[in-house]
């Protein structure tokens, strides 16, 4: 067995402190002009506690007066001086904008602004945990994103796209698409196979609409969700993937509840994980989320179902509102009902459910917009028809019978 590859991130970011700390010091004792400005506690957080220690009278604390510090480096530097000045990240752009204009850039002054704090935002968790990460970093000006998945539940890990949801609702109210994906999703097989097999087989779900969803998309070059047409190598990716669930879906989850590493296993960690998080990205989505966000908007119901168990029902809402073969659609119903997915409301804990209710979730799922990614209209009927037909097909199985 090979060995275990550790990071030390403490130690990486302290190497890197204690380097730009001796650079400073290193720039004091070469030049008698060096004058080092900074406010509240940064310099010692900087490792530039040398720095303070044996060139007191060069160093300049402004406490939480960013203004004054940029106004009063540029100063000094207008004086002759060689000015370092250093601000927690968040405050020179906010605090000290007119003095970094006026004082420094109108009269093309000679002062080095250095912003100092999070360079990198590490992820560690499910899916919303992920999210909340990928969004603060886009936020945040871009910055570096770690991504470590504790559970093998969702294919948002790789994608550059946020989903934020409402806290009562649990609908989803802002999508961010960022301009770039986690610079390093750090996947370890032995913590995933310690997490609930259900959430691992709801990876299974979230990853069976990737193809279903794609395919809609690229025969009609509709966008993806980088605003693009989908190549063909993005299709091929979805369509490997939705095969080696149904290849290795069975297997893989029968090793999870072992807790044993197997290749079914470690096939549908990657189906999951990396090829689903590729394909609906570069592929683009459609009705196959937007049924089970139907579902959401029901008031007085608990939501049940994770997000990947959900999508699974709704992914089969999409293949009968398109009018799907009955090979196809036997081939997802088996597999669905054989790991344990949705394929009916009873199996979302939304039994006997009202006309009001077929309402809500109608017009809820309507007013999402990838739901309308098809090449015929959407509307209010084909979406009812399917909820309640999909539902059917789902107890002919559970029963023992089939299409076929």
């Known amino acids: 067995m090979a060995a275990k590859t550790t990071y030390d991130f403490d130690m990486m970011l302290s190497n890197a402190r204690e380097a730009y700390g001796e650079e400073l010091y290193k720039m004091a004792c070469e030049g008698k002009d060096f004058v080092f400005t900074f406010s509240d506690n940064v310099a010692p957080s900087s490792s530039a506690g040398k720095l303070l220690r044996d ?70 968790g499910g ?35 946020s989903c934020i ?22 996947v ?18 979230d990853a069976l609409s990737t193809y279903v969803g794609g395919l809609v998309c690229q025969q009609n070059y509709l966008n993806n969700h980088h605003g693009g047409v989908g190549t063909h190598s993005a299709l091929a990716i979805a369509k490997l993937s939705y095969d080696m669930l149904f290849q290795y879906g069975r297997q893989a989850k029968l090793a999870a509840e072992k807790k044993a590493i197997s290749d079914a296993f470690n096939a549908i960690i990657e189906v ?36 990947g168990e959900g999508v699974a029902f709704s992914t089969c809402c999409q293949l009968v509102m398109q009018g799907a073969s009955n090979e196809q659609l036997d081939e997802v119903y088996r597999f669905c009902r054989d790991v344990g997915l949705p394929i009916t409301f009873d199996d979302m804990h939304l039994s006997d459910l009202t006309d009001e209710e077929f309402d809500i979730m109608t017009r809820a799922a309507l007013d999402q ?16 028809g399917a909820y309640k037909a999909a539902d059917a097909i789902g107890h002919l199985y559970h029963e023992g019978g089939s299409l076929l």
């Open 55 to 124: 060139f007191p009278e060069r160093c300049f604390n402004f406490g939480i007066a960013e203004p004054d510090q940029v106004g009063a480096s540029a100063g000094l530097a207008l004086a002759g001086c060689t000015v370092f000045s250093q601000i927690f990240g968040p405050f020179l752009p906010l605090r000290a904008a007119d003095q970094i204009h006026t004082d420094i850039a109108y009269n093309d002054v000679k002062v080095r602004l250095k912003e100092f704090g999070a360079e990198t935002l590490i992820g560690i």
């Open 127 to 161: 899916g919303k945990v992920v999210d909340s990460v990928k969004a603060a970093a886009f936020k945040c000006r871009l910055l570096n994103e770690v991504i470590i998945p504790t559970i093998a539940a969702t294919d948002a890990y790789t994608s550059a796209a």
């Open 165 to 186: 949801y409402g806290e009562e609702t649990h609908m989803m109210i802002e999508a961010i698409n960022s301009p770039k994906n986690p610079d390093l999703v750090l």
């Open 188 to 205: 370890d097989t032995e913590i995933l196979l310690n997490a609930p097999v259900r959430q691992f087989v709801s990876g299974m779900g």
């Open 272 to 307: 999951n994980i990396l090829m689903s998080g590729m394909g609906f990205e570069n592929n683009g989505s459609s009705s196959d989320h937007s049924f089970y966000f139907g579902t959401l908007a029901l008031p007085n119901r608990e939501e049940y179902v994770y997000h």
């Open 369 to 384: 917009a990838f739901i309308h990614n098809q090449p015929f209209e959407v509307t209010y009927e084909k979406v009812l």
